[in-house]
């Protein structure tokens, strides 16, 4: 393990580009990221702050932070940003990161849940199902999560064994849920 810019710009660079992960070399602190976050207006998010914290190598603060997570990917930081730091794809490295030493959110756990469960990060639930019919639709489109479908579905479950993604968040097969979780969905 080497620093964590170091860790950035090696796993980050081979999605998104190493040059897009060294511009957080270039941030000076403007602030200008935290100004136009949309989360941050309502979360404990600040973009600025965990540029810096990257910067100065505060790891286990920033894999430890829930408002790490808050964040929308909404790429407004990204355009405003007079440095051209490349914040989205630094905050997404961040996550994979953390993620990868078992510190992922449960709500974006949850998100694969639903992708396992249905193929759909959103479910087609029975209120969209209902409008649906209203305008003459039928209640399901054909995806993966249409009883129909099911082997499609299938396929969608194979391949989160084969990355073992189903491990990453800790997911039941028996439950088919994350392990631990109620039937309310409570840890
Ligand atoms: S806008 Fe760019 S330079 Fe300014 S604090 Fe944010 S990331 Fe750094
Ligand atoms: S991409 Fe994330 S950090 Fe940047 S402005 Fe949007 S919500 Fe805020």
């Known amino acids: 393990m080497g620093t964590l810019y170091e860790d950035m710009v090696d796993y980050g660079g081979e999605v998104f580009g190493r040059e897009h992960l060294e511009t957080l070399r270039e941030c000076v602190q403007c602030g200008k990221c935290t100004g136009g976050c949309p989360s941050g207006r309502n979360t404990a998010l600040r973009t600025r702050k965990l540029m810096q914290m990257a910067l100065v190598d505060l790891r286990e603060e920033i ?40 510190h992922m959110s449960v709500p974006h756990r949850m998100i694969g849940v639903y992708v396992i469960k249905t193929s759909h990060a959103v479910p087609i ?53 994350l392990r631990g979780m109620d039937k309310g969905g409570k840890k």
Not at 134 to 143: D, H
Not at 163 to 175: L, S
């Open 63 to 102: 894999f430890n932070a829930p408002e790490l997570w808050f964040c929308s990917t909404c790429f407004t930081c990204y355009e405003r940003c007079p440095k051209g730091v490349k914040t989205t794809d630094i905050i997404r490295t961040l996550r994979n990161l953390a993620a990868k030493e078992g």
């Open 125 to 177: 639930g029975p209120a969209q199902m209902e409008l649906r019919e209203a305008v003459g639709l039928e209640s399901q489109p054909p995806t993966a999560q249409h009883p129909q479908n099911k082997e499609q579905l299938e396929q969608v479950q194979m391949l989160f064994r084969a990355t073992n993604y189903d491990a990453m968040i800790d997911f039941d097969w028996d439950t088919m849920n």
